[in-house]
């Protein structure tokens, strides 16, 4: 055999190898997440996310669509007292660790005002954790009755399982002083 069939054969190998692993990695590090949003007010006036200003469509589920392991995903949604009272805005659970899979939720602040007439904030500020605020609940972000906020929620995917689709449970909730 010459030197030169011997070369392609071991070239179209190593090409076969290379896109084999694209495909496997591929594969491997793709899964969907759809979260599931709770709204909660402890009775005292009801706060509601929407996905546009306008407040003409509710956020029931964020379906995050397929992500990848190492990967950061924003979504932005609205957030609106319609109650009477100044509320304190948290939001619940945030990491979630097991041996296959591990995701961290952040959220934070980008803008505030009356519904449709925003100011942005910079830098923006994280809304707190529920189970950081749980003992002093007023160190939740203020939202006034009346008032709206848009919020980015960060997804860090860490690590996730093959090809695994993933419903995660996530609040929203707001205190009175």
């Known amino acids: 055999m010459s030197r030169k069939k011997a070369g392609l054969i071991l070239f179209g ?13 591929q594969q491997w590090v793709t899964s969907t997440i759809a979260m599931r949003l709770v709204q909660s007010s402890a009775g005292y006036g009801p706060i509601k996310a929407y996905w546009d200003c306008d407040m003409l469509h509710d956020v029931v589920d964020i379906d995050w669509g ?34 296959q899979y591990k995701f961290h939720i952040e959220c934070f602040v980008h803008a505030e005002g009356t519904p449709c007439q925003l100011n942005k904030i910079i830098p923006p500020p994280p809304i707190p954790e529920k189970e950081d605020i749980l003992a002093n609940p007023t160190l939740g972000y203020k939202l006034y009755p009346g008032m709206m906020i848009k919020i980015d929620i960060y997804l860090t995917v860490e690590m996730i399982e093959i090809g695994k689709a993933y419903v995660i449970p996530f609040e929203i909730h707001g205190y009175a002083p």
């Open 13 to 25: 190998l190593a090409m076969m190898a290379i896109t084999g692993f694209a495909a496997l990695s």
């Open 66 to 99: 397929s992500v990848t392991s190492g990967q950061r995903y924003v979504r932005s949604i609205f957030i609106v007292n319609k109650g009477n009272t100044l509320l304190y805005i948290c939001y619940m659970p945030t990491y979630f660790n097991d041996t």
